[in-house]
């Protein structure tokens, strides 16, 4: 049997890869979050800052995991910037030096495909030979590609540790909740005026299925992960039968700084900066490796989530 510990396992994301691992009988689920009295049936959940080096170092030797699984991360786009950076580097910096020391043997980091960054000039699609291009007026963006870098540095200085460094494209799914599911269930949906950029999808469920084998499996590696097909906002806007009010993009940044600022809007000026671009990924090697096939393409996985917004 072995031990899995998930980092940010009280996320919706954690939860759901939580239940896939526990209901593998040859599985032992520890789990991390700074949320206290999470319950999840089947997991020893520790409640703990990632940011406390010396409580990490004391779970993991405690429960001598085999794989660490780190998707604890500061999701908030234009939130506190001091925070994500603690949280985003630092925490990884701790979990990953602890989980070494701990004698871990796999480790798995759920990075995103905002490492890519958004450029006018991004190809559909990236495959894993583009190198990323975070864009530092983002620091989602930027601090995957440094989170990446820091679990780098410090498995690779481990003999035989394994390391696998997931991009998922964006997710979507009934339990979504991020900036992106608060801004699709708004009553009018706003978009930047000009040639709309494709998006591409993937499903909560078929992530969680992605983790698992990353997880479970022997391969290693950096691995795009996405679901084929992409849609346009204006599309997402028609399919959910909502009004969609395409601005000027300065116009729309404006409404878009004022409206976070008097709490009325989700993201602000640098999302929407962030969504004009396309982030398009191939995602055939991790197809292959670990022998992928999502259940949803983009558009059926946008439109479940529609459906569970009438439920």
């Known amino acids: 049997m072995k031990t899995y510990c998930i980092t940010g396992v009280g996320g919706y994301l954690g939860r759901l890869l939580a239940n896939r ?21 089947g997991v020893t959940v520790y409640q703990c800052d990632i940011r406390d080096a010396a409580e990490v170092s004391r779970i993991l030797v405690t429960e001598k995991p085999d794989v660490l699984l780190h998707l604890a991360f500061y999701t908030l786009p234009e939130g506190d910037a001091q925070a994500a950076k603690s949280i985003n580097i630092d925490g990884t910096q701790n979990i990953a030096r602890a ?12 990075s995103s495909a905002a490492v890519y960054g958004s450029h006018a000039n991004n190809p559909v699609a990236l495959t894993e030979q ?37 991009r998922p494209a964006a997710v979507i799914g009934p339990h979504i909740d991020n900036p992106t599911g608060d801004a699709l269930r708004g ?4 978009y930047p005026r000009g040639v709309p950029a494709p998006i591409q999808l ?25 679901a084929a097909g992409t849609l346009t906002y204006p599309e997402l806007a028609r399919l ?15 409404l878009a700084t004022l409206g976070k600022l008097l709490g009325l809007v989700p993201v602000g000026a640098r999302t929407v900066r962030f ?24 558009r059926s996985a946008f439109m479940r989530f529609v459906a569970s917004l009438a439920s």
């Open 21 to 41: 691992l526990a209901a593998d009988a040859d599985a032992r689920v520890v789990g991390i979050d700074i949320v206290s009295g999470l319950e999840l049936t």
């Open 240 to 254: 959910m039968g909502k009004r969609l009010m395409l601005l000027p993009y300065p116009v729309l940044a404006a």
């Open 99 to 110: 989980a070494v020391d701990a004698g871990v043997g796999r480790f798995v980091l759920v």
């Open 187 to 190: 009553s009018v949906l706003f």
């Open 130 to 166: 583009h190198m990323p291009r975070p864009n530092d007026w983002f620091y989602y963006s930027h601090h995957k590609a440094e989170q990446e870098r820091v679990m780098t540095d410090i498995v690779q200085q481990t003999p035989g540790a394994e390391l696998v460094i997931l």
């Open 202 to 226: 993937l499903d909560e469920d078929d992530v969680a299925e992605a983790f698992y084998l990353a997880a479970t499996g022997s391969r290693t590696g950096i691995f795009n992960v996405a």
């Open 275 to 298: 969504i004009r671009h396309p982030i398009v990924l191939d995602a055939t090697e991790f197809s292959h490796s670990f022998n992928f096939r999502p259940r949803f393409d983009t």
